[in-house]
């Protein structure tokens, strides 16, 4: 474990990206003048709906695609030039891609293979990035002779195992269950935090974001809409995209034309307010979702804690009206004819 | 008692069914194969035995004695364990066979490897890649013959190719080795047969996740590397796959071997072929089981290296 540390004690993986476009052969543009700078040995989240760009974002940190103009930087070194494996970059692929012919151990050390690295020692350090992950025991095995789970931890060693300063992660979760990702995520924050390395981890899971994240960047259409911590992000959303992406926010058009988001949490059901019409209610173990229509036909919801739904019952159909604090209003940019 | 018949009746329904459940889980599906098991009775297993029995009778110059003797396999092997006047003629076409099928294997399966990879990873569009693997099979439009014999007008002593050699004086004169050789037979045998090892490699490359040759170029590997170490394990099953049906074809052949080779080429088929018109049907015989035990040999050592059943 400890020789897969970086032998310098500081973090390493400081990405920088500048003014980086990807325009495809067919004119798509992908990626869309990105400006973005990562801290050293911090975890990021690429986070967006398919076709965002964040897929692309991160296969041209690894070298996969070239930029179409724009410099990437790594540890202040420009990559763009340099094939993936000299980029100081390791990919952990969706749905893990390890080699179905080669053993766990082979799988591990097939990079090392590929240096020239002598049998002995390359089986060594693969059994080294093997306990890292707890799989030594599973060396001889083949990998569809693991659980998703498993597979999962093989990726991951094989990806560390070369000491990268950066770990680039796509979709790493996305093909386990919902126990599994509780758990991997969990292992995952701890990597990043012990071997001092940014992990970049793209994902279309706000919640994924919001647990792992130091720096959480939301794009769109190969723009970043807004980027910050997930707090950030969560309580204070720019935009009406954000604000509904990252979910938990009704967003308010108000008789000006001008958008706010409120979060469900802190929307009340009130005396006198905003009329809306009970849609349903939910019970979500902590309490209950409220699902409301509003008169232009608009979806609101409203938390609502088991108290506060006994202490003034709603049933479908009802009208009520909405209220908020003055405090948990958060402008948002741009109108309501662009919200819609 | 009035009840009592309806009680016995319905206590002997699930006595009943237990037995008469699995008798019909047991016929049915053997009933259902009986005419696949018929047709390999009758066209496979009845004429290898038939083959096999034969190659025990005795003959004469006129007529088939139902018998059993070893007449038949001592003749073939007659003088082979004299080794100080050189090999037996059987030893001699045995390795001549042999030899010519190692040739085409060698380079049937690397062309038809070099084509799969191309079809596989180079054609970007899957149109383009069918219009291509078809245009690979439109060969086979034609018949054998009529592709080994016109090769013939091309390779002769005044074909195409020395007259072309001749006029761009690459060569002083019209060369020998073109037609009737052992140049000419591998020439048309792989003509005939790479498309039996492009199919069943190209099958298998086709299932290879194109995410496992990014992943193994993020780990380093040059494009050499990765075909060696990622593409050709993986695409291992249409390879073997591929060699046994040319191993099995060009063994057995005597057709291309006689017409490209001028009938001046020995093989063990060309030898079953020349007893047969001799109406040495049992020598045949004996000779056809050694041919089908040494191509069996040789598909069990390719077997041992991948398991095809896995792949299928």
């Not at chain 1, 100081?88 to 692929?93: D, I, L, P, R, V």
């Not at chain 1, 758990?183 to 940014?198: D, G, N, P, T």
């Not at chain 2, 190719?161 to 002083?172: F, I, T, W």
Request: hydrophobic share 50%; aromatic share 8%; net charge neutral.
């Amino acid at each position: 474990m400890t020789t897969l540390r970086p032998a310098a004690p500081k973090a390493r993986g400081a990405i920088e990206f500048a003014a980086v476009t990807k325009r495809f052969a067919g004119g798509a543009v992908a990626v869309d003048a990105l400006d973005l700078r990562i801290r050293a040995g911090s975890y990021v989240c690429l986070l967006g709906p398919s076709g965002c760009g964040k897929t692309t974002t991160l296969r041209l940190l690894a070298g996969h695609e070239l930029p179409t103009t724009g410099d990437i930087l790594l540890d202040n070194v420009d990559i763009v030039g340099l094939p993936p494996a000299r980029r100081g970059t390791a990919m952990m692929f969706q749905s893990y891609a390890l080699f179905p012919h080669l053993s766990v151990l082979d799988n591990v050390a097939f990079s090392l293979r590929m240096r020239g690295v002598a049998k002995a020692a390359r089986h060594a350090k693969a059994h080294e990035a093997l306990r890292l992950v707890e799989m030594e025991t599973y060396a001889a095995r083949l990998p569809a002779q693991l659980s998703g789970g498993q597979q999962q931890r093989v990726a991951l060693a094989r990806a560390l195992v070369t000491n990268p300063a950066t770990l680039l992660l796509d979709e790493p979760l996305s093909a386990l269950d919902p126990f599994l990702r509780g758990r991997v995520r969990a292992e995952l924050k701890r990597f990043q935090r012990e071997l001092e390395i940014s992990f970049v981890h793209v994902t279309h899971s706000q919640d994924e974001a919001l647990a792992l994240a130091d720096q959480v960047v939301l794009m769109r259409a190969g723009r970043i809409e807004q980027q910050g911590t997930p707090e950030d992000l969560f309580d204070r959303p720019r935009t009406a995209f954000v604000a509904r992406f990252m979910g938990g926010h009704n967003v308010f058009a108000l008789p000006g034309g001008s958008l706010i988001a409120v979060r469900c949490d802190r929307t009340r059901i009130a005396a006198a307010g905003l009329p809306a019409t009970v849609a349903g209610v939910e019970y979500t173990g902590t309490g209950f979702a409220v699902a409301l229509s509003g008169a232009a036909g608009e979806e609101f919801s409203v938390l609502l804690t088991e108290a506060a739904l006994r202490a003034q019952p709603v049933e479908p159909g009802q009208s009520v009206a909405l209220a908020w604090d003055e405090a948990d209003i958060r402008p948002l940019a741009g109108s309501s004819a662009a919200g819609h | 008692m009035p009840s009592s018949p309806d009680l016995a009746a319905a206590g002997g329904v699930p006595k009943a069914a237990p037995t008469a459940a699995p008798a019909r889980r047991s016929w049915a599906p053997l009933l259902q194969s009986a005419p696949l098991w018929a047709v390999l009775l009758l066209f496979f297993v009845f004429p290898l035995l038939a083959t096999a029995v034969v190659s025990l009778w005795d003959y004469t110059e006129y007529s088939l004695v139902p018998d059993v003797v070893s007449r038949n396999y001592v003749e073939m092997f007659e003088g082979c364990g004299d080794l100080s006047g050189g090999l037996c003629t059987t030893f001699r076409t045995y390795i001549s066979t042999l030899r010519l099928c190692g040739m085409v294997w060698a380079v049937t399966l690397v062309l038809g490897f070099v084509v799969s990879y191309f079809l596989c990873f180079h054609v970007r569009s899957d149109g383009m890649r069918m219009a291509l693997f078809l245009l690979c099979t439109a060969p086979f439009l034609t018949s054998n013959v009529i592709r080994m014999i016109s090769w013939i007008p091309l390779l002769g002593r005044e074909g195409v190719v020395n007259q072309a050699l001749v006029a761009l004086r690459l060569a002083e004169r019209p060369q020998d080795w073109l037609l009737f050789s052992e140049f000419s037979v591998v020439l048309a045998f792989v003509h005939l047969y790479t498309l039996f090892v492009v199919v069943p490699v190209f099958n298998s490359m086709m299932r290879i996740d194109r995410r496992l040759l990014e992943a193994a170029r993020d780990a380093g590997a040059g494009a050499w590397q990765t075909i060696w170490h990622v593409v050709v394990p993986l695409a291992k099953p249409g390879l073997v796959i591929g060699s046994i049906f040319v191993i099995v074809l060009v063994m057995g052949d005597f057709v291309t071997i006689g017409v490209m080779g001028g009938q001046q080429i020995a093989s063990v088929g060309k030898v079953i072929q020349v007893q047969m018109s001799y109406l040495q049907f049992p020598a045949a015989a004996a000779q056809a089981v050694v041919l089908l035990a040494l191509v069996l040999v040789v598909i069990a050592v390719m077997t041992k290296l991948v398991d095809i059943r896995r792949e299928l």
